[in-house]
């Protein structure tokens, strides 16, 4: 229990460490999922969009969700967001500082995933050969309209006997994937300019403002933390307090029983100095109740 309780405390204590190696691990998962998923486009055309948009984005987005509910500053910041004025007024600035950190850091694994599916290309083939123009390809010359998009629809399909022998299928294929590996890079790069801008265009701002806003967010992420462990401390003297009275009766026989019972008498002035002589339920209620709606001031 001891090494699991460092652990913890390890975790809480670099937890901006901790999501960047998180926010590291799913994007790697997600490059892994996308090489062990056995892509297979139906080639039909009212199918074959769906399929192949459904693949680049919907994947992202659980990926986005996981990486917000991951992220332990939501929760605060949500909770900062909405809570009541109180004694504390609420600091826009530390709540879009809170909220950005949690977007760059959601959105690495979702951006890998679209970056890699594009630059694969299998997909956006799917999900547009039957949207090319059958003008530029010669072999769909001869071919009804009808036939025309049931051939386009079918240029993913490698082992399909329609498209074996016809020789468009390689050039439609060649076309829509050059076409993805041109939007794949052209968003890495884009991604990688705007990384650069933001490095180097920070210094240009208000500094101290930053550091403001940043320090802010780790109080109100450390305020909590330390709320969390001071109600389970008392919830766990509360609960020995209330036990102990319980079981006033039958002192004798736990003892007997080998039942340690000592922290009743030598540390009952030092819980009764946690407790601050709040043994009551609603004492508890109206004592989480102040802290909910009237924050100290900072």
């Known amino acids: 229990m001891d090494r699991f309780r460092m652990i913890f405390q390890y975790f809480q204590s670099n937890s901006e460490s901790v999501m960047n190696g998180i926010c590291g691990l799913l994007a790697l998962a997600s490059v892994k999922m996308y090489t062990c998923f056995d892509f297979s486009c139906p080639c039909l055309p009212r199918y074959n969009m769906a399929y192949g948009l459904g693949i680049i984005f919907v994947p992202p987005i659980a990926l986005f969700?996981?990486?917000?509910?991951?992220?332990?500053?939501?929760l605060v910041m949500l909770e900062e967001w909405r809570r009541p004025q109180g004694h504390r007024k609420k600091n826009l600035a530390?709540?879009?500082y809170m909220c950005s950190s949690i977007m760059q850091r959601a959105m690495v694994?979702?951006?890998?995933?679209?970056?890699?599916?594009?630059?694969?290309?299998?997909?956006?083939?799917?999900?547009f050969s039957s949207s090319v123009d059958p003008e530029k390809f010669v072999g769909f010359a001869n071919a009804s309209p009808v036939?025309?998009?049931?051939?386009?629809?079918?240029?993913?399909?490698k082992d399909d006997e329609l498209m074996r022998n016809n020789t468009s299928?390689?050039?439609?294929?060649?076309?829509?994937?050059?076409?993805?590996?041109?939007?794949?890079?052209s968003i890495l790069l884009i991604l990688i300019?705007?990384?650069?801008?933001?490095?180097?265009?920070r210094p240009c701002f208000n500094q101290a403002t930053l550091l403001q806003a940043r320090h802010w967010s780790n109080y109100i992420d450390i305020e909590q933390k330390i709320f969390e462990e001071t109600c389970c401390e008392h919830s766990r003297l509360f609960a020995h307090k209330c036990i102990l009275h319980f079981f006033e009766s039958m002192r004798q026989e736990i003892k007997l029983h080998s039942f340690s019972l000592s922290r009743e008498g030598e540390g009952a002035?030092?819980?009764?100095y946690l407790l601050r002589c709040i043994t009551d339920q609603d004492q508890v209620n109206k004592l989480l109740k102040m802290w909910y709606y009237e924050k100290p001031p900072l």
């Open 193 to 201: 300019v705007a990384a650069f801008l933001a490095r180097w265009l």
């Open 169 to 185: 299928r390689k050039a439609v294929s060649r076309y829509l994937r050059c076409w993805s590996q041109a939007l794949g890079w």
């Open 94 to 96: 530390v709540i879009r």
């Open 109 to 127: 694994a979702p951006v890998v995933w679209i970056v890699v599916t594009l630059l694969d290309g299998k997909c956006l083939i799917c999900a």
């Open 147 to 157: 036939q025309v998009q049931q051939l386009l629809a079918k240029v993913p399909c």
């Open 269 to 272: 002035e030092g819980e009764e």
């Open 65 to 74: 969700l996981c990486g917000l509910i991951l992220n332990r500053q939501s």
